[in-house]
T-cell receptor, first 111, second 113 residues
Framework: KQEVTQIPAALSVPEGENLVLNCSFTDSAIYNLQWFRQDPGKGLTSLLLIQSSQREQTSGRLNASLDKSSGRSTLYIAASQPGDSATYLCASNNAGNMLTFGGGTRLMVKP | DVKVTQSSRYLVKRTGEKVFLECVQDMDHENMFWYRQDPGLGLRLIYFSYDVKMKEKGDIPEGYSVSREKKERFSLILESASTNQTSMYLC????????????FGQGTRLTVV
């Protein structure tokens, strides 16, 4: 059964820093990997989806990479802002569009 | 934009009540899902559906049932609410296929007292 792990569980950085969030998964036979943002008490907002055949996807200041052979994905946030403060979740889609989620990284960007 | 709407943001129910959580999506998605999210346990799949009248158990279906009478609507039913079902419930939808994106609703925070 797929297991997804996110490290670190929490991260605090000063505004303007570039940062990397990590996601690892045990079963490399994934259909795709999706990154989400969750604000406190709210639902999930989709940020990026990387298909199994892709190496990376970019959206604005966000860049997500995927290395299936090593079972890893990273989310790179450039020039972080206080508004980026949230919990970031990665989820693998192994079959049937059912997602297996990591525990999330809680990010705080300090002004 | 895809919109997934959950009927309530917050609910407070009594132990033993029958509880209905409603989810509606407006993008004609075949797939719909119910997850619950708990501190330290993350998001876990309760039930899912690939089509009208179809349902499949997820990882934690005990104490829940679902209904999908129309394509756009997926209901989660707590037959007899218990305090251990206090949680954040999240509905999602997606198209079928390998590379489709999942879209989530805003969540329902259910408290069972």
């Amino acid at each position: 059964k797929q297991e997804v792990t996110q490290i670190p569980a929490a991260l605090s950085v000063p505004e303007g820093e570039n940062l990397v969030l990590n996601c690892s998964f045990t079963d490399s036979a994934i259909y795709n990997l999706q990154w989400f943002r969750q604000d406190p008490g709210k639902g999930l907002t989709s940020l990026l989806l990387i298909q199994s055949s892709q190496r990376e996807q970019t959206s604005g200041r966000l860049n997500a990479s995927l290395d299936k052979s090593s079972g890893r994905s990273t989310l790179y946030i450039a020039a972080s802002q206080p508004g980026d403060s949230a919990t970031y979740l990665c989820a693998s889609n192994n079959a049937g569009n059912m997602l297996t989620f990591g525990g999330g990284t809680r990010l705080m960007v300090k002004p | 934009d895809v919109k997934v709407t959950q009927s309530s943001r917050y609910l407070v129910k009594r132990t033993g009540e029958k509880v209905f959580l409603e989810c509606v999506q407006d993008m004609d998605h075949e797939n719909m899902f119910w997850y619950r999210q708990d501190p330290g346990l993350g998001l876990r799949l309760i039930y899912f559906s690939y089509d009208v009248k179809m349902k499949e158990k997820g990882d934690i279906p005990e104490g829940y049932s679902v209904s999908r009478e129309k394509k756009e609507r997926f209901s989660l039913i707590l037959e007899s609410a218990s305090t251990n079902q206090t949680s954040m419930y999240l509905c999602a939808s997606s198209l079928p296929g390998r590379d489709t994106e999942a879209f989530f609703g805003q969540g329902t925070r259910l408290t069972v007292v």
